[in-house]
């Protein structure tokens, strides 16, 4: 049996990290990247809330896939060619990169995660499954920026990024990986989750479970942070909260942004390792990993970069469309989309 292979590309230490959560803490208004989520605890509370009945986008996703998985299969092979390499952005547990096996046969997987301990646990359970596919794990920071060895993603590869992570980031941000994804594609194609505006009770309902799950994963940046910085945040002190901000617009298209937030609801005070005390604010706003800009239907086309992503030329949309998973060529080739209703 093959043995899957760990390269670790995330530099920062723990200084830089930590210099980098207190200048965000620090700032006015206080706010911190997605990443700081994603410690080991932080990544297993995130898949299971994949798995809970609120949270649309996971079973939306799987539903478009297994209603179009063939024509999506066959739209990727005629930019990949047969058996690609699949490069799983933001790959976690690797079930979503694994649900694509069957479908396109790859000869490598290439998951990328920042986590890189939990990313191993996972190809290790992997491998067992499919013991002989060569698997990579890289783990990287692709948030700062998305740069992979040729050698691990060849050319004309499939780089996967479900979940909308995507509008997780600014449209500055999304347009600069967009443009790094179509790098690593190398010819190859991009097939990506996009969450579309919907109603608001059901998007606070996503990123506001009544099992509390949201809350213990939000909550656990906290606990992050302590042991980051030596912070002393006492979470009996501090709540979730789940806002709809309609004056907000992602990628210049969409009406409102579903945010997940922690909230204080005692002005107590978390010392900083070498600077002043830190008032802990009415909200620390988080641009939280899983609490996504949900985007108008033709945002993210506003947001492609023009040198290497084209326009959508074909959209099926049988009901109303709630989430999109988006098949993007390079210039020249056609695009399918794919739509799904909520159940």
Not at 63 to 90: E, K, N
Not at 163 to 187: C, E, K, R, Y
Not at 214 to 229: C, G, K, P
Request: hydrophobic content about 45%; overall charge positive.
């Amino acid at each position: 049996m093959a043995q899957p292979r760990l390269l670790q590309l995330h530099s920062a230490t723990d200084g830089a990290s930590a210099a980098e959560a207190a200048a965000g803490l620090l700032a006015v208004p206080s706010s911190l990247p997605p990443k700081y989520f994603y410690d080991a605890q932080g990544s297993r509370l995130f898949d299971a809330i994949t798995e809970l009945s609120e949270y649309y986008p996971t079973r939306t996703e799987a539903g478009i896939f297994a209603a179009h998985g063939i024509a999506i299969a066959d739209a990727v092979r005629s930019s990949t060619g047969p058996s690609p390499v699949i490069v799983d952005l933001g790959a976690g547990n690797c079930a979503k990169g694994a649900a694509l096996f069957p479908l396109l046969a790859p000869s490598r997987y290439v998951a990328v995660d920042i986590s890189a301990d939990y990313l191993a646990t996972a190809l290790a359970q992997l491998q067992r499954e499919h013991p002989a596919l060569d698997l990579m794990g890289v783990g990287l920071d692709f948030s700062s920026q998305l740069a992979l060895p040729v050698e691990l993603t060849g050319s004309r590869a499939l780089v996967f990024y479900p979940g909308s992570s995507i509008s997780n980031f600014d449209p500055a941000g999304a347009l600069t990986l967009l443009s790094q994804m179509h790098t690593v594609a190398a010819g190859g194609a991009l097939l990506i989750g996009v969450d579309l505006v919907k109603a608001i009770d059901v998007l606070e309902a996503a990123y506001d479970d009544a099992l509390g799950v949201t809350a213990a994963f939000n909550l656990n940046l906290l606990r992050h942070l302590n042991r980051l910085l030596g912070t002393d945040f006492d979470l009996r002190q501090w709540r979730h909260v789940a806002l709809f901000q309609p004056r907000r617009v992602a990628h210049r298209n969409a009406p409102g942004v579903a945010s997940g937030s922690v909230g204080s609801l005692a002005g107590r005070r978390a010392p900083l390792r070498g600077r002043r005390a830190h008032p802990h604010r009415e909200l620390l706003q988080v641009d939280a990993g899983g609490f996504c800009w949900p985007v108008a239907p033709g945002g993210l086309r506003r947001a492609s970069p023009l040198d290497g992503l084209t326009r959508l030329v074909r959209r099926v949309r049988r009901c109303r469309l709630i989430y999109s998973a988006q098949l993007r060529k390079p210039a020249g080739t056609s695009l399918r989309t794919a739509g799904k209703k909520l159940r």
